[in-house]
């Protein structure tokens, strides 16, 4: 299967596009793909279509933009990282497995169910101190929008591992993005008395 | 390539278009007029007569004349809005199987479709004999708010008529399409469509040549007819204050109301008050009765303003959805018929808080827009766009009853999301997923679509199977789900069971039947041509305007070629 492209790639545009430049860009992108227009292969121009226009409705939302763009840069960790264990640390080592074992079955749900995936981090975490686990808590969490949960999920991740400059850049990046949006939030639409 | 033209299917009157070398142009009926009345009458003679013709017998042979048809369509005889119907019409209806509607006419059954394909046939045929060739394609409108089966069943009427439907796109959006708006100027629009049977509102965003759809909310049963019967109850109510006899149980007595509330609406438009009188109209102890009175402009706002008024919720609504003000709104853009009434103009106005715009004629900016959509199907225009949206959401029903949606209303179409799918018990070999559409959190309240069985599931531990569905909605608003094994990449079986509508074959079995019926029924000046006729005429005829028009006819097509140089 070839590489799912990200939206901006999608698009045909740079992450730090304008709202114009990504309208622009889907408006071009509409006229190539649009079923209206390939009357020859209709399957693939639906498909396309449909791609096109769900990036473009998230690129084009000032609210969910910024999220999507954390989401590119924080994906979910596939495998747990590796820790030695000694011999009289067996007890920790049985935990530890289970852990994984939980880890990979919420990896596998990722796709099929948010919230099936996010039980199993949780109880893989509690099993053993899993700084992916957390992790990927934060992850679903920001997927469904939770970025407080999120903040606290990365944080502990970065606590039980604070030599990771991926952790700590994760929490640098979403308190970056949780200023911008409440800058975006502050200035409602006005809802002239509707 | 074969043309295609545009057709408005209006709940009370249809109306054809196309683009003739970049032109476009309204089709007039074989009595010249430019709309025809979606009427269909079965006469006590055995023939069948369609638009004008079925519409102006239609006092006398009431029971046998099917008008409204469209508020039928797609429907289960226990639907509520059928419930209320059934006692303003005055044919029979009766549940099918499958529960959907049926039209009972001298004894023989017909399906919703099958009544409308009557009517498609009747255009297609008139469309022919102006254009002097055979038509075989169509692109038809439906209300923005017409769910799956709807379209499916107006999709069927166009088979069982003989017309492929390479497009149904909605009637806001049509109309819309239709306008001389200069799409490629950044313009966000409403177009507020009350016709005879549905209202629909949508909000556009132009710019480019692309009509991108932001909103769309509606109501299925709310239009020109509702209008028509608060005028009806009101004189049923001042003749039995003044007679003491109730007109309701006089079929005959209800349609005459129903023809001198039209007309009499339709005047005060443009009159203060009219005189509305009904000669003979029932029989009292003491003799004949006659029904005389005047009605004022006032009075008929009077009795119809909650009518009115009940536009405004999808108009918030569509507004909300598109998350505007109405300061936002460059035009707001009236269409049907029923919007020549100053009262709906009026509501309008207030709503959006600035003039309607009304640039396009209510009856045809439907069908215009219909044939603009077809000249992009056939290649012809390349620099303009549509991109709808679908009025509801779609879901599946889950643990509990409870609805789950996978695509929300107001999501732009074409559209596909999938969903994975696993086993949930050891070995299962098939999963069931019940498609419904609509917003309320049971699944139960909201219209079912159908029932898909996944099949074939590999055996194994639970969890481990991984099937991928998808549920796209097409650029017509019909949808459409198939499976996918994530594990060998082969498409995965389905066993489709619509919860409505009619199969494939009952569709090829009435296009047969209907067929023939038809022409052998239709009186005989409107016996339908074969296609080669056409083709030689066209051959004999003369450059540009066939030979054999009558004056009237060719007025019109003259009064289309002055509109468009205007």
């Known amino acids: 299967m070839a590489k799912k492209l990200n939206h901006y790639e999608l698009l045909e545009i740079f992450p730090a596009a304008t709202q114009d430049e990504v309208e622009n860009a889907f408006q071009s992108m509409l006229y190539k793909y649009h079923p209206d227009h390939n009357p020859d292969k209709p399957d693939w121009a639906h498909e396309k279509t449909s791609e096109v226009v769900s990036a473009y409705k998230i690129l084009s939302d000032p609210q969910r933009r910024p999220i999507y763009n954390f989401l590119i840069f924080a994906t979910l960790r596939e495998i747990p990282s590796e820790e030695k264990f000694s011999i009289f640390q067996m007890g920790d080592k049985k935990k530890y497995e289970e852990a994984c074992a939980l880890f990979k079955e919420g990896v596998d749900l990722y796709e099929t169910s948010k919230t099936q995936s996010l039980l199993k981090f949780q109880q893989s975490f509690g099993v053993y101190r899993l700084a992916d686990a957390v992790y990927n808590m934060g992850v679903i969490y920001i997927n469904t929008n939770k970025k407080q949960e999120a903040m606290r999920a990365f944080q502990e991740a970065f606590k039980i591992n604070p030599e990771s400059q991926f952790f700590s850049r994760t929490v640098d990046k979403l308190t970056e993005l949780m200023k911008e949006m409440d800058k975006a939030s502050g200035q409602p639409k006005q809802n002239e008395g509707r | ?566």
């Open chain 2, 1 to 566: 390539m074969s043309k295609i033209i545009g057709i408005d299917l209006g709940t009370t009157n249809s109306c054809v278009g196309i683009m003739e070398d970049g032109r476009l142009l309204i089709i007039p009926n074989d009595e010249g007029f430019r709309t025809t009345p979606s009427v269909v009458a079965f006469t006590k003679e055995g023939s069948i007569l369609v638009g004008n013709a079925a519409k102006r017998q239609q006092i006398m042979n009431p029971e046998n004349t099917v008008f409204s048809i469209k508020r039928f369509m797609g429907r289960k005889y226990t639907d509520k809005e059928v419930a209320n119907d059934i006692k303003l019409i005055p044919y029979k209806l009766q549940p099918a199987d499958n529960g959907d509607v049926r039209v009972e006419v001298l004894g023989r059954i017909y399906s919703p479709p099958e009544i409308s394909a009557m009517v498609l046939m009747k255009l297609k045929k008139d469309s022919e004999n102006y254009l002097h060739e055979p038509v075989e394609k169509a692109v038809i409108t439906v209300p923005a708010y017409f769910n799956d089966s709807q379209r499916q069943a107006t999709k069927d009427a166009g088979k069982i008529a003989g017309l492929e439907v390479v497009r149904i796109i909605n009637e806001p959006t049509a109309a819309a399409l239709s306008s001389d708006f200069d799409s490629k100027n950044k313009m966000k629009i409403v177009i507020y469509d009350l016709g005879g049977g549905t209202f629909d509102v949508s909000i556009l965003k132009l710019g480019k040549g692309i009509f991108e759809v932001m909103s769309t909310s509606g109501d299925t049963h709310l239009g020109g007819d509702d209008f028509d019967q608060a005028i009806i109850d009101y004189l049923i109510d001042d003749f039995y204050k003044q007679e003491h006899i109730d007109l309701r149980n006089d079929r005959v007595a209800l349609q005459r109301l129903k023809d001198a509330a039209e007309k009499a609406k339709i005047n005060l438009s443009t009159l203060d008050s009219v005189e509305i009188t009904l000669q003979f109209i029932a029989v009292g102890k003491d003799g004949p009765k006659h029904l005389q009175t005047i009605l004022t402009r006032d009075q008929l706002e009077h009795i119809t303003k909650d009518i009115a008024e009940r536009t405004a919720g999808p108009c918030e609504k569509a507004l909300d959805a598109a998350n505007l003000k109405p300061s936002e709104i460059d035009e707001v853009v009236l269409v049907g018929g029923q919007t020549k009434m100053p009262l709906v103009r009026n509501v309008v106005q207030r709503i959006f808080r600035k003039e309607p715009y009304l640039g396009l004629n209510p009856d045809e900016a439907v069908a215009a827009g219909a044939a603009k959509q077809a000249s992009v199907l056939k290649g012809d225009i390349r620099d303009i766009l549509l991109l709808d949206v679908t009025a509801f959401s779609l879901g599946l029903k889950t643990e509990g009853g409870i609805f789950s949606k996978i695509i929300d209303k107001n999501s732009s179409i074409p559209t596909r999301k999938s969903d994975m799918y696993t086993n949930t018990i050891d070995n299962q070999s098939f999963v069931r997923i019940e498609v419904y559409q609509g917003e309320k959190p049971m699944a139960a309240d909201n219209k079912m679509i159908g029932t898909f069985d996944l099949m074939g599931i590999p055996p194994g531990k639970a969890g481990t199977a991984k099937i991928s569905v998808m549920f796209d909605i097409d650029a017509n608003g019909i949808i459409k789900v198939s499976a996918k094994d994530e594990a060998t990449g082969k498409e995965q079986a389905i066993k489709i069971t619509p919860d409505s509508g009619l199969s494939g074959s009952e569709v090829d079995k009435m296009k047969k039947d209907i067929g023939e019926e038809f022409s052998k029924k239709m009186s005989a000046n409107e016996k339908l041509k074969a296609p080669q006729d056409y083709r030689e005429e066209k051959s004999k005829g003369a450059e540009g305007l066939p030979g054999e028009l009558d004056s009237r006819k060719k007025a019109s097509i003259f009064d289309i070629f002055k509109k468009k140089e205007r």
